[in-house]
Antibody
Framework: EVQLVQSGAEVKKPGESLRISCKAS????????IGWVRQLPGKGLEWMGV????????KYNPSFQGQVTISADKSTTTAYLQWSSLRASDTAVYYC???????????WGQGTQVTVSS | DIQMTQSPSTLSAYVGDRVAITCRASQSITRWLAWVQQKPGQAPRLLIYKASTLEGGVPSRFSGSGSGTDFTLTINSLQPDDFATYYC?????????FGQGTKVE
């Protein structure tokens, strides 16, 4: 059974850095694209980017390019989403999502609430 | 980027109704379209992929149709558990993009 287990909720101040994680299990981590989806409070879903762990190929949504860093560790089958300097506008729920071999979003993590407030 | 437009944004319905949600892509995506369901406070759940293929465990009252730029999600005989928000998503090309969502209330 595919499982994506995300790290817990975070409360940070503007300007702080943050890395959230997504531990994958139940499948061959290296050979499926895995990515992140943002959901602002009361709003819809937005793909931020996806990564192919086998060769670390990353495709960012241009809206998020330069704002976040997506990475993965094959040895621990964990994907990461990182910010170097958070803003209040980063307050959202972030989902990690695995895409199938034909790239539809077939498995979702439970979500990580990130709150950025002074 | 491919833009996805759903309609309506909100749909009012009763248990037992047949409802339809449409999704239009800004360019052809052949049949590379998924539908996901999201309930308040929960992660989204895949319902349909490749425009019309039901994900395992999804009730057969859900169906999808369409190709090219125009797609429809239909729910036959709406059940209490179906009141949620529905999103279409194209995976024809990166960046993947979602529609803005349709809330069924």
């Amino acid at each position: 059974e595919v499982q994506l287990v995300q790290s817990g909720a975070e409360v940070k101040k503007p300007g702080e850095s943050l890395r959230i994680s997504c531990k994958a299990s139940g499948y061959t981590f290296s050979t499926y694209w895995i990515g992140w989806v943002r959901q602002l409070p009361g709003k819809g879903l937005e793909w931020m980017g996806v990564l192919y762990p086998d060769d670390s190929d990353i495709k960012y949504n241009p809206s998020f390019q330069g704002q976040v860093t997506i990475s993965a560790d094959k040895s621990t089958t964990t994907a990461y989403l990182q910010w170097s300097s958070l803003r209040a506008s980063d307050t959202a729920v972030y989902y990690c999502v695995r895409t199938s071999a034909t790239q539809y979003p077939d498995s979702w993590g439970q979500g990580t609430q990130v709150t950025v407030s002074s | 980027d491919i833009q996805m437009t759903q309609s309506p944004s909100t749909l009012s319905a009763y248990v037992g109704d047949r409802v339809a949600i449409t999704c239009r892509a800004s360019q052809s995506i052949t049949r590379w379209l998924a539908w996901v369901q999201q309930k308040p406070g929960q992660a989204p759940r895949l319902l349909i992929y490749k425009a019309s293929t039901l994900e395992g465990g999804v009730p057969s009252r859900f169906s999808g149709s369409g190709s090219g730029t125009d797609f429809t999600l239909t729910i036959n005989s709406l059940q209490p558990d179906d009141f949620a928000t529905y999103y279409c998503q194209q995976y024809n090309s990166k960046p993947y993009t979602f529609g803005q969502g349709t809330k069924v209330e």
